[in-house]
Antibody, heavy 123, light 113 residues
Protein backbone atom coordinates (compact mmCIF):
# COMPACT_ATOMS: atom_id res chain seq x y z
CA UNK A 1 0.00 0.00 0.00
CA UNK A 2 1.02 3.62 -0.41
CA UNK A 3 3.01 5.10 2.46
CA UNK A 4 4.59 8.49 3.07
CA UNK A 5 7.60 8.64 5.40
CA UNK A 6 8.61 12.08 6.64
CA UNK A 7 12.03 13.15 7.84
CA UNK A 8 13.48 16.39 9.11
CA UNK A 9 14.58 18.21 12.26
CA UNK A 10 12.27 18.77 15.19
CA UNK A 11 13.98 21.95 16.33
CA UNK A 12 14.92 24.92 14.19
CA UNK A 13 16.41 28.23 15.32
CA UNK A 14 14.68 31.51 14.44
CA UNK A 15 15.74 33.00 11.08
CA UNK A 16 17.02 29.62 9.87
CA UNK A 17 15.57 27.42 7.13
CA UNK A 18 13.29 24.46 7.85
CA UNK A 19 13.78 21.49 5.51
CA UNK A 20 11.45 18.48 5.43
CA UNK A 21 11.37 15.45 3.16
CA UNK A 22 8.56 13.03 2.33
CA UNK A 23 9.62 9.66 0.90
CA UNK A 24 7.00 7.82 -1.14
CA UNK A 25 6.54 4.06 -1.29
CA UNK A 26 3.91 2.27 -3.33
CA UNK A 27 3.37 5.20 -5.71
CA UNK A 28 5.40 7.55 -7.90
CA UNK A 29 6.09 11.21 -7.30
CA UNK A 30 5.77 11.73 -11.06
CA UNK A 31 2.33 10.08 -11.35
CA UNK A 32 0.27 11.67 -14.14
CA UNK A 33 -2.71 12.51 -11.96
CA UNK A 34 -3.02 14.02 -8.51
CA UNK A 35 -0.58 16.05 -6.45
CA UNK A 36 1.83 15.93 -3.50
CA UNK A 37 1.20 18.41 -0.75
CA UNK A 38 2.49 19.90 2.50
CA UNK A 39 0.07 20.90 5.25
CA UNK A 40 0.70 22.10 8.79
CA UNK A 41 -1.37 22.05 11.97
CA UNK A 42 -1.05 24.30 14.98
CA UNK A 43 -3.32 25.04 17.95
CA UNK A 44 -3.60 28.71 16.96
CA UNK A 45 -4.29 28.33 13.22
CA UNK A 46 -5.62 24.78 12.84
CA UNK A 47 -4.80 23.12 9.50
CA UNK A 48 -3.09 25.25 6.88
CA UNK A 49 -2.30 24.04 3.36
CA UNK A 50 1.20 25.18 2.39
CA UNK A 51 2.31 23.89 -1.01
CA UNK A 52 1.85 21.27 -3.72
CA UNK A 53 3.78 19.81 -6.63
CA UNK A 54 2.59 17.63 -9.47
CA UNK A 55 3.71 16.40 -12.86
CA UNK A 56 1.59 16.78 -15.97
CA UNK A 57 3.94 16.90 -18.97
CA UNK A 58 5.97 19.31 -16.80
CA UNK A 59 6.36 20.03 -13.11
CA UNK A 60 4.02 22.57 -11.55
CA UNK A 61 4.23 24.06 -8.06
CA UNK A 62 1.72 26.11 -6.03
CA UNK A 63 2.08 27.89 -2.70
CA UNK A 64 -0.15 29.47 -0.11
CA UNK A 65 -0.17 33.22 -0.65
CA UNK A 66 0.31 33.87 3.08
CA UNK A 67 3.83 32.42 2.98
CA UNK A 68 4.72 33.13 -0.63
CA UNK A 69 8.39 33.91 -1.03
CA UNK A 70 9.39 31.81 1.98
CA UNK A 71 8.35 28.38 0.67
CA UNK A 72 9.96 26.07 -1.86
CA UNK A 73 8.66 22.63 -2.82
CA UNK A 74 10.65 20.21 -4.96
CA UNK A 75 10.27 16.70 -6.30
CA UNK A 76 13.20 14.29 -6.59
CA UNK A 77 12.31 11.55 -9.06
CA UNK A 78 15.57 9.65 -8.49
CA UNK A 79 14.67 9.15 -4.80
CA UNK A 80 10.88 9.15 -5.31
CA UNK A 81 10.35 11.88 -2.74
CA UNK A 82 9.42 15.51 -2.40
CA UNK A 83 10.59 18.17 -0.03
CA UNK A 84 9.64 21.46 1.54
CA UNK A 85 11.84 24.35 2.55
CA UNK A 86 10.56 27.24 4.67
CA UNK A 87 13.06 30.02 5.16
CA UNK A 88 13.41 32.72 7.78
CA UNK A 89 11.38 30.80 10.33
CA UNK A 90 9.87 32.43 13.42
CA UNK A 91 8.15 30.93 16.48
CA UNK A 92 4.84 31.34 14.56
CA UNK A 93 6.04 28.53 12.27
CA UNK A 94 5.99 26.08 15.16
CA UNK A 95 3.55 23.35 14.11
CA UNK A 96 3.12 19.72 13.11
CA UNK A 97 3.96 19.43 9.41
CA UNK A 98 2.34 16.76 7.24
CA UNK A 99 2.89 15.60 3.69
CA UNK A 100 -0.17 14.24 1.89
CA UNK A 101 -1.37 12.92 -1.46
CA UNK A 102 -4.36 14.04 -3.46
CA UNK A 103 -5.54 11.98 -6.43
CA UNK A 104 -8.19 12.37 -9.11
CA UNK A 105 -10.08 9.48 -7.50
CA UNK A 106 -10.58 11.20 -4.16
CA UNK A 107 -10.73 14.49 -5.96
CA UNK A 108 -10.31 17.44 -3.59
CA UNK A 109 -9.35 15.24 -0.63
CA UNK A 110 -6.06 13.98 0.80
CA UNK A 111 -6.22 10.20 0.91
CA UNK A 112 -2.73 9.39 2.22
CA UNK A 113 -0.88 11.32 4.95
CA UNK A 114 2.62 11.12 6.36
CA UNK A 115 3.16 10.48 10.06
CA UNK A 116 3.73 14.16 10.82
CA UNK A 117 6.82 16.03 12.00
CA UNK A 118 6.59 18.23 15.07
CA UNK A 119 8.69 21.31 14.40
CA UNK A 120 9.55 23.78 17.13
CA UNK A 121 11.14 27.12 16.30
CA UNK A 122 13.19 28.24 19.26
CA UNK A 123 16.66 29.45 20.08
CA UNK B 1 -10.85 32.10 1.38
CA UNK B 2 -13.70 29.67 1.96
CA UNK B 3 -14.51 29.46 5.67
CA UNK B 4 -15.61 26.11 7.07
CA UNK B 5 -17.67 26.04 10.27
CA UNK B 6 -18.36 22.87 12.23
CA UNK B 7 -20.79 22.11 15.03
CA UNK B 8 -20.83 21.04 17.72
CA UNK B 9 -17.34 21.66 19.09
CA UNK B 10 -17.63 18.66 21.36
CA UNK B 11 -19.87 15.62 21.14
CA UNK B 12 -20.16 13.12 24.02
CA UNK B 13 -21.55 9.86 22.67
CA UNK B 14 -22.76 6.54 24.02
CA UNK B 15 -21.39 3.41 22.33
CA UNK B 16 -24.00 1.90 20.04
CA UNK B 17 -25.86 5.19 19.66
CA UNK B 18 -25.84 7.36 16.51
CA UNK B 19 -23.89 10.61 16.19
CA UNK B 20 -24.07 13.50 13.76
CA UNK B 21 -21.67 16.36 12.94
CA UNK B 22 -22.52 19.42 10.88
CA UNK B 23 -20.27 21.39 8.53
CA UNK B 24 -21.17 24.62 6.78
CA UNK B 25 -19.14 26.43 4.11
CA UNK B 26 -19.13 30.16 3.34
CA UNK B 27 -19.42 29.38 -0.39
CA UNK B 28 -21.05 26.58 -2.33
CA UNK B 29 -18.94 23.45 -2.72
CA UNK B 30 -21.07 22.20 -5.62
CA UNK B 31 -18.90 22.16 -8.72
CA UNK B 32 -20.18 22.49 -12.28
CA UNK B 33 -19.35 18.78 -12.66
CA UNK B 34 -22.19 18.03 -10.24
CA UNK B 35 -19.92 16.93 -7.38
CA UNK B 36 -19.61 18.45 -3.91
CA UNK B 37 -15.96 18.93 -3.04
CA UNK B 38 -16.26 18.19 0.66
CA UNK B 39 -14.24 15.69 2.64
CA UNK B 40 -14.38 14.37 6.20
CA UNK B 41 -11.39 13.28 8.23
CA UNK B 42 -10.86 11.66 11.62
CA UNK B 43 -7.75 12.46 13.61
CA UNK B 44 -7.31 9.94 16.40
CA UNK B 45 -5.18 10.96 19.39
CA UNK B 46 -1.52 11.18 18.43
CA UNK B 47 -2.16 10.24 14.80
CA UNK B 48 -2.32 11.86 11.39
CA UNK B 49 -5.75 12.60 9.92
CA UNK B 50 -7.36 9.75 8.00
CA UNK B 51 -9.80 10.27 5.15
CA UNK B 52 -13.32 9.00 5.84
CA UNK B 53 -15.49 10.58 3.15
CA UNK B 54 -14.66 12.36 -0.12
CA UNK B 55 -16.83 14.22 -2.61
CA UNK B 56 -19.47 14.68 0.05
CA UNK B 57 -20.73 11.10 0.30
CA UNK B 58 -18.13 8.60 -0.94
CA UNK B 59 -16.54 6.41 1.70
CA UNK B 60 -12.79 6.11 1.41
CA UNK B 61 -11.16 2.71 1.07
CA UNK B 62 -11.47 0.61 4.22
CA UNK B 63 -13.89 2.95 6.01
CA UNK B 64 -16.69 1.09 7.83
CA UNK B 65 -20.19 1.55 6.45
CA UNK B 66 -21.42 2.99 9.76
CA UNK B 67 -19.90 6.27 8.48
CA UNK B 68 -21.94 8.22 5.94
CA UNK B 69 -21.77 11.69 4.46
CA UNK B 70 -24.57 13.78 3.03
CA UNK B 71 -25.43 17.31 2.00
CA UNK B 72 -24.93 19.66 -0.92
CA UNK B 73 -23.95 23.24 -1.62
CA UNK B 74 -23.05 24.77 1.73
CA UNK B 75 -24.49 22.33 4.30
CA UNK B 76 -23.08 18.92 5.01
CA UNK B 77 -23.43 16.21 7.64
CA UNK B 78 -21.32 13.29 8.79
CA UNK B 79 -23.28 10.53 10.50
CA UNK B 80 -22.08 7.56 12.49
CA UNK B 81 -24.90 5.04 12.68
CA UNK B 82 -23.61 3.26 15.79
CA UNK B 83 -20.62 4.75 17.57
CA UNK B 84 -17.81 2.43 18.62
CA UNK B 85 -15.06 3.15 21.13
CA UNK B 86 -12.48 3.33 18.31
CA UNK B 87 -14.34 6.28 16.75
CA UNK B 88 -13.13 8.75 19.37
CA UNK B 89 -11.01 11.63 18.14
CA UNK B 90 -11.43 14.94 16.33
CA UNK B 91 -13.44 15.06 13.11
CA UNK B 92 -12.70 17.68 10.48
CA UNK B 93 -14.41 18.73 7.29
CA UNK B 94 -12.38 20.18 4.43
CA UNK B 95 -13.38 21.92 1.22
CA UNK B 96 -11.56 20.92 -1.94
CA UNK B 97 -13.41 23.01 -4.52
CA UNK B 98 -10.81 25.74 -4.18
CA UNK B 99 -7.87 23.31 -4.61
CA UNK B 100 -5.04 23.87 -3.97
CA UNK B 101 -6.26 26.49 -1.48
CA UNK B 102 -8.17 23.95 0.57
CA UNK B 103 -9.46 24.94 4.02
CA UNK B 104 -10.51 22.94 7.04
CA UNK B 105 -13.17 23.29 9.70
CA UNK B 106 -12.18 23.83 13.31
CA UNK B 107 -12.94 20.27 14.32
CA UNK B 108 -15.47 18.37 16.43
CA UNK B 109 -14.17 16.32 19.33
CA UNK B 110 -16.03 13.05 19.79
CA UNK B 111 -15.65 11.38 23.15
CA UNK B 112 -17.30 8.46 24.89
CA UNK B 113 -19.70 9.36 27.73
Amino acid sequence: QVQLQQSGPGLVKPSQTLSLTCAISGDSVSRNSGSWNWIRQSPSRGFEWLARTYYSSRWSNSYTSSLRGRLTINADTSKNQFSLQLNTVTPEDTAVYYCARMTTTTNGAFDIWGQGTTVTVSS
Amino acid sequence: EIVMTQSPLSLPVTPGEPASISCRSSQSLLHSDGKNYLGWYLQKPGQSPQLLIYLGSNRASGVPDRFSGSGSGTDFTLKISRVEAEDVGVYYCMQGIDTPQVTFGGGTRVEIK
